[in-house]
Structure formats: C-alpha cells, structure tokens
C-alpha cells in the first residue's frame, strides 16, 4: 500500500468505524466500503485484496462477531466487486461512490452467507431484510461521497498545489 490516497482512505474509514461503534453501535454503515472500493479502483488484486483484509481485520476488532468474519467478507467481497472496477475512472473522486454502492450491494449477501456458515448464532429475521438489501447501497455511497470524496479531492489539490510550488 504504496499509495497515499490508500492510507488516507484507511483512516478515514478507520476513524468512522471508531466514532460509529463508541456512539451509534445501532447505525450500520459499511465504514470501510468506500476505502475498500478506492483499493479496488486504484490498486491489483492481490493489493486491494491485502487492504480488504486488513480493513477485516480492523472491523473484527471493533465487533462483537467471531474474530474473521468481516475479513473473509470483505476479501470475498473485494474479489467479486474487482470486476466492476474496469467501469469507473480511479482517478475520478466521485465514480467512487458508485463503486461503494456495488461493493455494499454485494458485501451484504456475502456477509450474510459468512454468518451463516461460520455463526450459528446470528438470527436472520425478514424485517432487516428490505433495508439491508435495498437502502443501505445507497447511504454508503452517500457516507462515501461525505466522509470520503471530501478529504480525498483536497488531498489531490494540495498535491497538485504543492507540484506547482515546489
């Protein structure tokens, strides 16, 4: 992870992932979606599955479920949404959040399926169900075009500043 976009991409979703478990347990944003579809867009497979996986790791630590889950689900995740990233520019800000939007369609089912098979414990009722599938896309691709596309288009613009500069 060469790339400072990624590292900045890590701690923003870094940084949600903390402020979002301390005071909104209850809010379930993807905090590292859009990070993970920036890997995806910038990087090959095997870097943007290495930040897939830490990102897992990062969210398993700050979760109640068994130690993995989120890191299979995003690597699962990362390998079958890498195929979408032909369609979008990865120097474009902004297609990021269409990138988030497929990414957190396909990580729901996908992390379903993982605690399906890895914890037995976890209910499955229908009422989440409409929500999960259908809305939450949408308000990560937002959460990504707020949180993210921000910080990362200033980030570009004082890099092209401080070329011009210096």
Do not use: N
Not at 40 to 67: E, K, Q
Not at 76 to 91: E, N, Q
Request: aromatic share 18%; net charge positive; with cysteine.
């Amino acid at each position: 992870m060469r790339d400072p976009v990624l590292w900045i991409g890590f701690f923003l979703g870094l940084a949600m992932a903390i402020f979002q478990s301390a005071l909104f347990p209850q809010v379930a944003i993807l905090s590292f979606a859009p990070f993970v579809s920036l890997a995806c867009m910038r990087s090959s497979l095997p870097a943007a599955l290495w930040c897939a996986g830490l990102a897992g790791v990062a969210s398993d630590l700050l979760s109640a479920d068994p130690f993995g889950i989120h890191a299979i689900a995003m690597c699962a995740t990362a390998t079958l949404s890498y195929r979408f990233r032909r369609l979008f520019f990865h120097g474009e800000q902004l297609q990021l959040c269409f990138f988030t939007a497929i990414y957190s369609a396909i990580f729901t089912p996908v992390l379903v399926l993982t605690l399906f098979l890895f914890d037995r414990r976890a209910p499955f009722g229908g009422e989440w169900t409409f929500l999960d599938f259908a809305t939450m896309p949408l308000v990560d691709a937002a959460y990504a075009f707020f949180w993210f596309v921000g910080p990362l288009l200033f980030f570009e613009w004082a890099k092209k500043l401080s070329r011009r500069h210096g």
